[in-house]
């Protein structure tokens, strides 16, 4: 039993249960300016069960391709024994149940809707019939999807006030979902194309792919000028990841594995920026309170 525990943690990537719990408790939390039932359960939710459906969906549905690729096997994802399949995806499901059933309760049918739409994509994204993941732009698309999707809920969920500078937050975000997707990419070409997987890397070439990411983090960067202030300051944030990408513009698709070094700053970067994404978002309630 510890073994399938320890496997199944590893699944579920906790180096990046943050990046999708955040941005639900945050928009939660700013919109109702208190904590609550609904901000502890889906906070949970999203800091653990969706985590291990998204990546544990993953790991069995790239099975083959994982087992060859020599990044696998930390907190890149785990090279899942097949005797565990049937068991992720049983843990996937059962641990996502009485939440998802709480949320929809105390929910909104538009709640339900986005909710419903989070963990779609989840699916969609690794299991066949459709397993985006495999169709080139769309993988990058709804990877971001899976980030953006939480902080879109927790909007919803707390019946916050739409606006143009809160849809330009949602567009930087969602831009730099597809910018880190489509550099993370770039570093798996050979591995993907040996084993018979499409992807925006592969379609593109390894050098156009990380151009693409460079274009969508500028674009970030530019949507973030677009929010009420102090929020416009987060342009900056994208400064970083420009830099960490550029030095990859013209990588060979036959090199692609350097990128791997960038790919691993870039996950350190994420704390860094979380930070100061806080920082902002602390002095916008102030301003606002």
Same mark, same amino acid.
Request: net charge positive; proline share 5%.
């Given at each position: 039993?510890?073994? /399938?525990?320890?496997?199944?943690?590893?699944?579920?990537?906790?180096?990046?249960?943050?990046? =999708?719990?955040?941005?639900?408790?945050?928009?939660?939390?700013?919109?109702?300016?208190?904590?609550?039932?609904?901000?502890?359960?889906?906070?949970?939710?999203?800091?653990? %069960?969706?985590?291990?459906?998204?990546?544990?969906?993953?790991?069995?549905?790239?099975?083959?391709?994982?087992?060859?690729?020599?990044?696998?096997?930390?907190?890149?994802?785990?090279?899942?024994? %097949?005797?565990?399949?049937?068991?992720?995806?049983?843990?996937?499901?059962?641990?996502?149940?009485?939440? *998802?059933?709480?949320?929809? *309760?105390?929910?909104?049918?538009?709640?339900?809707?986005?909710?419903?739409?989070?963990?779609?994509?989840?699916?969609?994204?690794?299991? %066949?019939?459709?397993?985006?993941?495999?169709?080139?732009?769309?993988?990058?698309? =709804?990877?971001?999807?899976?980030?953006?999707? %939480?902080?879109?809920?927790?909007?919803?969920?707390?019946?916050?006030?739409?606006?143009?500078?809160?849809?330009?937050?949602?567009?930087?975000?969602?831009?730099?979902?597809?910018?880190?997707?489509?550099?993370?990419?770039?570093?798996?070409?050979?591995?993907?194309?040996?084993?018979? /997987?499409?992807? /925006?890397?592969? #379609?593109? &070439?390894?050098?156009? =792919?990380?151009?693409?990411?460079?274009?969508?983090?500028?674009?970030?960067?530019?949507?973030?000028? &677009?929010?009420?202030?102090?929020?416009?300051?987060?342009?900056?944030?994208?400064?970083?990841?420009?830099?960490?990408?550029?030095?990859?513009?013209?990588?060979?698709? #036959?090199?692609?594995? #350097?990128?791997?070094?960038?790919?691993?700053?870039?996950?350190?970067?994420?704390?860094?920026?979380?930070?100061? *994404?806080? /920082?902002?978002?602390?002095?916008?309630?102030?301003? =606002?309170?």
């Amino acid at each position: 039993m510890s073994g /399938i525990l320890r496997q199944l943690l590893i699944s579920s990537r906790p180096v990046s249960w943050i990046n =999708t719990a955040y941005p639900f408790a945050a928009a939660y939390l700013l919109s109702t300016r208190e904590i609550d039932g609904l901000l502890v359960v889906g906070t949970v939710f999203f800091l653990i %069960p969706y985590n291990l459906a998204m990546y544990g969906i993953n790991d069995v549905f790239d099975y083959a391709s994982d087992l060859a690729n020599p990044r696998k096997g930390g907190a890149h994802g785990a090279v899942l024994d %097949p005797r565990l399949h049937r068991v992720t995806l049983w843990a996937a499901a059962l641990a996502c149940a009485p939440f *998802v059933v709480v949320l929809v *309760v105390a929910g909104s049918p538009a709640s339900w809707l986005v909710l419903g739409a989070s963990l779609f994509f989840v699916v969609a994204y690794s299991a %066949p019939p459709l397993r985006l993941k495999e169709r080139p732009v769309a993988d990058s698309v =709804t990877s971001s999807i899976h980030f953006f999707a %939480p902080a879109v809920y927790g909007l919803v969920l707390a019946g916050a006030e739409w606006t143009w500078q809160l849809i330009a937050l949602l567009l930087g975000f969602a831009l730099w979902g597809i910018a880190s997707h489509a550099f993370g990419a770039v570093q798996d070409v050979i591995a993907d194309r040996e084993a018979g /997987i499409a992807s /925006i890397a592969t #379609a593109f &070439g390894a050098a156009r =792919t990380v151009r693409f990411a460079l274009a969508c983090y500028v674009l970030a960067g530019l949507a973030m000028l &677009g929010t009420a202030w102090p929020g416009k300051l987060a342009a900056l944030l994208a400064i970083p990841y420009v830099v960490t990408v550029w030095p990859y513009r013209n990588v060979a698709d #036959a090199q692609c594995t #350097a990128a791997t070094a960038g790919w691993r700053r870039f996950l350190w970067l994420n704390q860094l920026t979380g930070s100061g *994404v806080t /920082i902002l978002l602390i002095w916008w309630s102030l301003l =606002t309170a």
